[in-house]
């Protein structure tokens, strides 16, 4: 069974600093989705990574995937409170065969000026 | 619709009493997924739908969770005799086909839950 973990849970930034989210999941998949949720909100998508080694980069975010370390990242750059909210990783379960994603619990962030 | 739509939003029930959630998902998408999340929680696979083959209904906690997808679009899922631990949100998504593949678009939508209460 694929297990998810993200850390941290909990990541209160500073405007204009760097952080890293990361996210380790247990057995192989080949692709990974990350999404943004807000308060009372449902889940909008901001990256699928596709393969090893992928990168892909919108406004202050950039992720990446290393599949044969199992983890992927979510880099922010120079933050700013619009990026408050909950960060989830998702993997594909079974790979690129697979068909369903496993959520990690989520890293809430707090943006503040 | 332009996005996958779910109702009610919210819904409050009385222990014991069934509930049935409605999904609409994004015309023509052939894929379609029941998630529930708790409160502060992720989100915990419960059952998928994809064109006419038989649904994967690995994730349904018990016996009294049920779901069927009624041609190929509208999906209703029902919670027979709820209890307390079924309060949460209830997301469905919908994707354009399967997931798998090696065709770049692969997304997953959402829509915006339907909150279930059991007092």
């Known amino acids: 069974e694929l297990k998810v973990e993200q850390n941290p849970l909990f990541l209160s930034m500073q405007e204009g600093k760097n952080y890293t989210i990361y996210c380790n999941y247990s057995?192989?998949?080949?692709?990974l989705y990350w999404y943004r949720q807000d308060p009372g909100k449902s889940l909008e998508s901001l990256f699928v990574l596709l393969s090893n080694g992928a990168v892909k980069q919108e406004g202050r975010l950039m992720a990446s995937l290393d599949t044969k370390a199992r983890l992927s990242t979510l880099h922010i750059t120079a933050a700013v409170h619009d990026l408050s909210a909950t960060y989830f990783c998702?993997?594909?379960?079974?790979?690129?065969?697979?068909?369903?994603?496993?959520f990690g619990g989520g890293t809430r962030v707090l943006v503040k000026p | 619709g332009a996005g996958v739509s779910q109702s009610p939003s919210n819904k409050v029930t009385e222990k014991g009493k069934d509930v049935e959630l409605r999904c609409d998902p994004i015309?023509?998408?052939?894929?379609l997924y029941w998630y529930r999340q708790s409160l502060g929680q992720g989100l915990e696979f419960l059952i998928y739908?994809?064109?006419?083959?038989?649904?994967?209904k690995s994730g349904l906690p018990s016996d009294r969770f049920s779901a069927e997808r009624t041609g190929g679009s509208v999906s209703t899922l029902t919670i027979q005799r709820t209890q307390q631990e079924d309060s949460a949100v209830y997301l469905c998504?919908?994707?354009?086909?399967?997931?798998?593949?090696?065709?770049?678009?692969?997304?997953?939508?959402f829509g915006e839950g339907s909150r279930l209460t059991v007092l």
């Open positions: 998702a993997p594909l379960q079974g790979g690129a065969a697979g068909n369903k994603l496993t």
């Open positions: 057995t192989t998949s080949d692709r």
């Open positions: 998504a919908s994707s354009l086909r399967r997931l798998a593949g090696v065709r770049l678009d692969r997304e997953l939508f």
């Open positions: 739908f994809q064109g006419n083959s038989a649904p994967d």
């Open positions: 015309s023509g998408h052939t894929a």
